[in-house]
């Protein structure tokens, strides 16, 4: 009798190993969550990663009409190798062509024509990673899950939101310099 299939492995989207807990909530076609992602290498980098654990959580909203296939598919790359490094990598992808996944006013626009295998093909083509195959995989729907609940039990509702170790600081915007969000998260 075969072995029964490994468990799916959805890699943490995590970065730093410190005690400062930073969740940043983001939804990957939202312009002002792109800001926030495009700020958190720095973040790491000029806080320190034995000093900050920084994790993002997908905050899908149906406003952004493809964000569930969008949300899916990057979680889906973090079951390939490389993991939440192919994650980001697919994040930046949507990140730089932002407006090729969106609508005109979130109701118009060339992607009312659009499939969502349009848009794995898409951010295939940008990330140069293959998405369909673990796109598909059934057991992925409980992390996409797993997102949903955790931003619904912790009161998440616009993107981006942030938290510093488990509480909601509405002070903190992705317009401000990463200096300023350091100043918060170590205040």
Avoid at 10 to 38: I, K, M, Q, Y
Avoid at 72 to 83: D, K, P, V
Avoid at 104 to 121: E, L, R, Y
């Amino acid at each position: 009798m075969p072995a029964p299939p490994a468990p799916l492995h959805v890699d943490p989207l995590v970065w730093g190993h410190g005690p400062r807990n930073f969740e940043a909530f983001l939804e990957p076609t939202c312009p002002f969550s792109c800001r926030a992602f495009s700020k958190l290498p720095d973040l790491l980098e000029k806080a320190g990663a034995d000093r900050i654990t920084i994790r993002i959580r997908l905050q899908s909203q149906p406003w952004h009409m493809f964000s569930g296939v969008i949300v899916r598919c990057i979680l889906a790359a973090s079951t390939l190798e490389g993991g939440k490094e192919a994650a980001r990598t697919v994040m930046r992808a949507v990140a730089a062509h932002r407006e090729e996944f969106e609508f005109t006013d979130h109701c118009a626009g060339p992607n009312m024509d659009a499939t969502p295998n349009d848009i794995i093909k898409r951010i295939e083509r940008y990330s140069g990673l293959q998405l369909a195959k673990a796109f598909a995989v059934p057991e992925l729907q409980k992390a996409i899950k797993w997102q949903c609940k955790y931003s619904r039990q912790n009161g998440i509702h616009v993107s981006p939101t942030f938290m510093v170790d488990g509480l909601i600081d509405p002070a903190i915007s992705s317009g401000d310099t990463v200096e300023a969000w350091m100043d918060r998260i170590f205040a």
